[in-house]
T-cell receptor, first 117, second 113 residues
Framework: NAGVTQTPKFQVLKTGQSMTLQCAQDMNHNSMYWYRQDPGMGLRLIYY???????DKGEVPNGYNVSRLNKREFSLRLESAAPSQTSVYFCASTRSWTGGLGANVLTFGAGSRLTVL | RKEVEQDPGPFNVPEGATVAFNCTYSNSASQSFFWYRQDCRKEPKLLMSVYSSGNEDGRFTAQLNRASQYISLLIRDSKLSDSATYLCVVNDAFSGGYNKLIFGAGTRLAVHP
């Protein structure tokens, strides 16, 4: 099992360019998440999808959009990249969006390192 | 006050040492708690969940103190391979209806020969 797969692993953009980060999971998980990780800060939730067909804003959604294409895939789009969006982005999934033993354990992708010049 | 706070470290310890990390959380209604491990330039991975009664997994022991709102991680007989950043994660599930997993910034551990 591949788990959670993210592409690309690295990307350099110029300010104002757009791009989409792709994420796919093969664990039949219902919920998917996009986080960003910056030095000295905890992972911060950008957007999440509790289940197929739904998406909601997290803690830091400004400048991003998402699409839950199907149960497996959840993409993150930067419409007009800014230097403040330089970060490491992690896609993750959980079996469920509610609590319950094991249901809320996150499985992460390997991360996408984005630099905006 | 941050929702989840950790000492960033680094904790530099020799092999074989015992080391403990604490993590404090601000929401007394938090539902569940976890420790994740993150190696340099890698993704976080679940190390262990933290149960109310405390739990142990080999050399690792996790404790929860709800009254003082902190969780702890104890590592005994440290190995070089334990060198990593340890992330404290608190789940405010049902707050807004989803798994609101709040991450601490992490505590870095460096084990040396």
């Amino acid at each position: 099992n591949a788990g959670v797969t993210q592409t690309p692993k690295f990307q350099v953009l110029k300010t104002g360019q757009s791009m989409t980060l792709q994420c796919a999971q093969d664990m039949n998980h219902n919920s998917m998440y996009w986080y960003r990780q910056d030095p000295g800060m905890g992972l911060r939730l950008i957007y999440y999808s509790a289940s197929e067909g739904t998406t909601d804003k997290g803690e830091v959604p400004n400048g991003y959009n998402v699409s839950r294409l199907n149960k497996r895939e959840f993409s993150l789009r930067l419409e007009s990249a800014a230097p403040s969006q330089t970060s490491v982005y992690f896609c993750a999934s959980t079996r469920s969006w509610t609590g319950g033993l094991g249901a809320n354990v996150l499985t992460f992708g390997a991360g996408s390192r984005l630099t905006v010049l | 006050r941050k929702e989840v706070e950790q000492d960033p470290g680094p904790f530099n310890v020799p092999e074989g040492a015992t080391v403990a990390f604490n993590c404090t959380y601000s929401n007394s209604a938090s539902q569940s708690f976890f420790w994740y491990r993150q190696d340099c330039r890698k993704e976080p991975k679940l190390l262990m969940s933290v149960y109310s009664s405390g739990n142990e997994d080999g050399r690792f022991t996790a404790q929860l103190n709800r009254a003082s709102q902190y969780i702890s991680l104890l590592i005994r007989d440290s190995k070089l391979s334990d060198s990593a950043t340890y992330l404290c994660v608190v789940n405010d599930a049902f707050s807004g209806g989803y798994n609101k997993l709040i991450f601490g910034a992490g505590t870095r551990l460096a084990v040396h020969p």
